[in-house]
């Protein structure tokens, strides 16, 4: 299930040739190394019985000292009226903290399962060269995210937890599948055949609900090398949110060259992949470039 | 805001159908969400949630599915739904007969829970309520066909309060005794002991959800005798002593049975006082 390694056909020749294979998929390894591995520790303890991370993405107690829930799943459990205890409330503190630390959708590229799944969708795509895509607009997820709420508070319960993919796979893969397979084979192949970047680029609340957090997150991608652009538009190749880039690579309405955008996943591909060397790792603050009022908001296509 | 001049009333009006479209399919999608959340809360019968559940609506809406209560349990008897099963995916529960609650005195599962879905205040395992246990089938449960199985009423961890063996005249053979085994829901905790240990192919004892197996007076019914006692006294007028229709001469009394009050010939010597003479023996005292 595990997305490969190998060079995405066109884009990314520059960047192998200008700095070698290995720097030029550098986050990319990483970024798996984070998803496997943390799918691993999850897995030690039913596998091979040894137990440092306990219960699943929606609540996980680690050696049991260090509590982590999903703060969207404890919203919409407040939202149907229930109170949770200290332990999960604190787990979701800690867990919206962290993300605040390191960019809100970084929980989809170096967390979420279901990620492996729809990047593979993603470069089956490109390999088969198939085109077209149904369009539904990226901002859907945001409708779907209050439709998870509303369901919630209409019904008095978690109900999009019955459904989501998300912790379905994530659930199913350390409790016992079961038929949650098919819905993940369904979000893949919707990927593959449908829609382009369908499922976490268009229609996942978790991935809309992140996003919100990332709103005022300290870690984005900047663009401190922005002017050495050749326009050779490998970044928006592989960028699963390509609309993030341009508004600061091509400085729209006098951006600064930070990406804040809040669907960028801090996923660094960019970073990878230009062979200029124009995006890195950064904060949110200080970007260098012309202090212009007017932050960069949503990027036309 | 950009603000376009010419096409914009055209492209307006696409972006207005385009989110229409959208905040249909949307909404529709999020209706069925809600039906199929709606229906997955009658819980199965088959299916009993950990100790300390709360109720099913409120479960639905704390529990986080996160499983931390199937790690905690010593015994492994819990599992998370699978999105297949007719129970809200992703919550905990247990299947007596395949491995009951063990009743872990120091209630693991409850206290592993982060949300509180299992309630934190249930503090005495044997207070919890899982379920109840009902003797469902009177045709083959074995203490109903005069056997002496008893398995249901030994296993039980609340021994003698949540099953008692009562006696009954076991009519088809006339002079034996059945042992009915008699669950009382004010003791029974549904861990399922029960029926896991029923020796019949299939358990003639199960345990349901509380929601199944338990009724309920209306309110405005009051038993008599308990409020006679809770008065210390009858509450209507005094007690009138009943009275039996008897044929002439005889009378019946509880405990002591038919009686003549007619002399009867003449007491003879060696009969004790106070004991009934004159009648066959079967006829004195109340019991066979
Ligand atoms: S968008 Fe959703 S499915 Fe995709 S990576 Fe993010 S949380 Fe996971
Ligand atoms: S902008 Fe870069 S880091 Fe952000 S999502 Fe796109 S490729 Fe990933
Ligand atoms: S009381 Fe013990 S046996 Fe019963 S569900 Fe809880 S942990 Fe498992
Ligand atoms: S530990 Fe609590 S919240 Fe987690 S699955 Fe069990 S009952 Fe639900």
Redesign the interface.
Known sequence: MSAPAKPILRPGAEAIAAKGWLAAHKWLLLRRASQLGILLLFLL?PWFGI?IV???L????TLNVL?L??PY??AQ?LL??????K??LT?AAIVLLLYLLVGGRAYCSWVCPVNLVTDFAYWLRVRLGLKGSAH??RP?RY??L???L???T??????????NPV??AH??L???????WA?LLAVFLFDLFVMRHGWCGHLCPVGAFYSLIGSFSLTRVKLPARSACNDCMDCFAVCPEPQVIRPALKAIDGAPPVILETNCTNCGRCIDICSKDVFAFGTRFNSTVVPVAGVASAAPK | MDTESKPSTAARRQFLAGTARMACGVGLLGLGVGLYARHARALPPAAIRPPGALAETDFSAACIRCGMCVRDCPFNILHLAKPEQPLSTGTPYFVARQAPCEMCEDIPCVKACPTGALDHALKDINKSKMGLAVLVDHETCLNFLGLRCDICYRVCPVIDKAITLEPQTNARTGKHTLFIPVVHSDHCTGCGKCEKACPTEIAAIKVFPLYMAKGQLSSHYRLGWVEKEKAGGSLVAPDIEHRYNMPEGMTYESGKGLSSDAVPPAPTSGAAPGSATGLPKALQGGKL
Not at chain 1, 154 to 163: D, H, K, L, N, Y
């Open positions: 303890g137990w306990k219960g699943n929606n609540f996980s107690y509590p829930a999903d799943v404890i459990s149907a009226r229930q109170v949770p205890e332990l999960a787990g539904i607009s859907t409708w779907m209050g439709m998870t509303v369901v919630a209409v019904t008095g319960s978690i109900a999009w937890e019955m459904v912790s379905m659930r199913g350390i409790f016992g599948m079961g038929l949650a819905v």
